[in-house]
């Protein structure tokens, strides 16, 4: 079972920093325990707790008052945070629910809920029903910019980038945050790192002038991610650690130094110790295809294996909708039993989003089916120049080379030695022998 490669899907996991004051640490030591500890400790989430005595006051008020439409809106939004904290996908439906009767009560003229009820279905990657509500919300016109953003948001996750392009230049504000972390989305998506990263130390300066505690958490947690991709490790946990800061419980930061211990200073213990605390608290799937890549890269099949089963079980027993997709069709492709199952979901995936990273999965299904032509001829439609992520350049290669075509591969390895660390070190010895 090639775990390995569904790490890389996971848009959560990325790259760190700390200063090392400790003359004899190894050579890539980045982290110290002595750094995040306390966070790992902290078990009262006082967040948690107001955020269930919010939801239980303005139930109450609702209860007494169901004419009041406006506190539906209000215990929508508290469930979606408490879907945030922790990753029950429940909490994400009664959201959902509440926002649906909401729009209902307000004749669906509300230009707000349109844009609440297609952010709930954007963490749902219901894009297409997201956009239909920003359509509408666009239409009505109340807070126009607003909805034009995240109509640029859902334009780039169902490949439209024509449109998005054109979207960002109608929001363009050069010191607007929004705007800003958008522009930085889209020259990462071009493979322009530098100019990404660029965008976001400018939308980082902007939150930290304002102060904003929201606008922190959001910028440091997704910064340190770039900083990963460019190889910038310290930077990286620098601000994994600057976000605990300002988020004790945040388990975002927490996976990325978590990808740092194991990828980076291949200390898979330190990992699984920083993981198996987030699981107590934010219980989500992927959590255990980490483990089983930890497993794998440490040779350990019976835990490699275990962890796939909790995966299994914990979607078998909650409604994930397609949120899990594209990891299934990774772990589906390796089994020849499952491999048909694999270009099924892959292609209702090309269905729902017409992205490169959706035509590799399908892509990636044929060519573990045996259908080397078929995959090739996915990936240079769909994927080969389109796509800059590590996991896809892989796939491209490893299709190319069995279809003999040689000429496009040496630059790939390039690419694929430089990102050894996003890929993470299971798959190190497969590239540098490529």
């Known amino acids: 079972m090639k775990t390995n490669k569904i790490i890389k899907l996971l848009i959560l996991l990325v790259i760190p920093f ?45 209860d007494a008052a169901p004419n009041q439409s406006s ?65 509408k919300a666009d239409n009505l016109g109340e807070n126009k910019i607003g909805t034009q953003k995240m109509l640029f948001d859902v334009y780039m996750e169902l490949g439209s980038y024509d449109m998005a392009k054109d979207l960002l230049t ?42 904003n505690k929201d606008l922190k958490i959001w910028v440091y947690s997704n910064i340190g991610d770039f900083y990963g991709h460019a190889g910038r490790i310290e930077d990286s946990y620098k601000y994994y650690l600057k976000t605990l800061e300002e988020d004790n419980h945040n388990t975002y930061a927490l996976k990325g130094i978590a990808w740092i211990a194991f990828s ?3 200390n898979p213990a330190q990992a699984l110790e920083i993981i198996d605390n987030i699981e107590s608290k934010h219980l989500v799937p ?8 930890i497993a794998e890269f440490q040779n350990n099949k019976v835990e490699e294996t275990k962890a796939i089963k ?36 892959s292609l209702k995936e090309v269905e729902n989003r017409p992205t490169p990273e959706s035509y590799d999965l399908l892509a990636w299904s044929y060519f573990k089916m045996g259908e080397k032509e078929k995959a090739l001829d996915v990936i240079q439609k769909y994927t080969i120049g389109k796509s800059f992520e590590p996991t896809i350049v892989y ?16 630059p790939m390895k390039k690419e694929l030695l430089a990102s050894i660390y996003e890929l993470g070190p299971g798959l190190e010895n497969k590239i540098k022998n490529l």
């Open 310 to 345: 909790k995966y299994n079980d914990i979607l078998a027993s909650n409604n994930y909708g397609d949120m899990y997709n594209a990891y299934n069709v990774i772990l589906m492709a390796e089994n020849p039993l499952q491999v048909d199952a694999a270009v099924k979901i």
């Open 264 to 266: 980076h200073e291949r």
């Open 71 to 135: 506190y539906l809106i209000t215990l929508a939004s508290q469930y979606s945070q408490l879907f945030e904290i922790t990753g029950k996908i429940d909490d994400l439906y009664k959201a959902e629910k509440l926002l649906l009767e909401a729009n209902m009560k307000f004749a669906e003229q509300n230009s707000g809920i349109h844009r609440a009820i297609a952010r709930n279905y954007i963490s749902q990657h219901r894009f297409k029903e997201a956009l239909f509500h920003l359509e």
């Open 395 to 410: 796939h491209n290669f490893e299709i190319l080379k069995a279809n003999n075509k040689t000429a496009e591969l040496e």
């Open 286 to 293: 992927d959590l255990y295809l980490l483990k089983a890549e």
């Open 170 to 211: 109608t929001i363009q504000k050069p010191n607007d945050f929004d705007y800003l972390i958008r522009l930085a989305k889209w020259n990462d998506h071009k493979g322009d790192l530098d100019t990404a990263i660029s965008s976001m130390e400018k939308a980082l300066k902007i939150a930290e002038d304002e102060n």
């Open 18 to 62: 700390v200063f090392s004051n400790c003359t004899n640490k190894k050579s890539n030591q980045v982290t110290d325990k002595e750094d995040y500890k306390t966070y790992l400790e902290v078990n009262d989430n006082q967040k948690l707790q107001v955020i269930n005595k919010e939801i239980a006051f303005w139930q109450a008020k609702f």
